[in-house]
């Protein structure tokens, strides 16, 4: 397979903003980057048919989606480890309400997490989730809502004025 210098230059442009996707994903920078990693062989392999398209990122995207819904799919137990750490290591975050967001996050279940990041981090509508996750739209709803819920309860008023005034807008 001949390099095309074109998809070089879009994951050297885009892999950063990748990597984040990633991230919020899969809420830890090591499956973040194995997602970044997978959707680009994927999409290296389609290359030559998606060139001709005006977002090759958008493919990335949903493939990247997709690979973390595979994954949890196939991985529903927890993986245990033979020394577990001494303590947890958070990075510090601009301010205690923003915290707060990111643990709550993090403790939702992968599949109302990636429902919530699909929504209000892609923007994407709940058709477009359902086709993207290859779930119905009520579930989709459904699993926002209960998302919503945990992050309303766990974080408080702050849910209220922030995320959860965007809801009536994807409707």
Do not use: C
Not at 68 to 76: P, Y
Not at 81 to 86: F, G, H, N, S
Not at 91 to 97: I, K, V
Request: charged content about 30%; aromatic content about 8%; hydrophobic content about 40%.
């Amino acid at each position: 397979m001949e390099a095309d210098p074109r998809f070089a230059g879009f994951a050297a442009e885009r892999g950063d903003a990748l990597l984040r996707y990633g991230y919020v994903l899969a809420g830890n920078p090591h499956d973040a980057a194995d997602l970044v990693q997978e959707a680009l062989l994927k999409l290296r392999a389609s290359w030559p048919r998606l060139r001709a398209k005006d977002n090759p990122e958008s493919y990335v995207r949903t493939t990247m989606a997709r690979l973390h819904t595979a994954t949890w799919r196939l991985r529903r137990r927890e993986l245990l480890a033979w020394d577990p750490p001494e303590h947890g290591y958070h990075d510090a975050l601009p301010s205690e309400d923003e915290q707060a967001m990111w643990e709550a996050l993090a403790g939702l279940p992968r599949k109302q997490r990636v429902v919530l990041v699909l929504r209000y981090y892609e923007g994407l509508s709940d058709e477009e989730i359902a086709a993207t996750l290859g779930i119905s739209r009520g579930t989709v709803r459904s699993q926002a809502s209960r998302a919503l819920g945990k992050l309303r309860s766990a974080v408080g008023e702050h849910i209220e004025s922030g995320v959860g005034s965007d809801r009536g807008e994807r409707r």
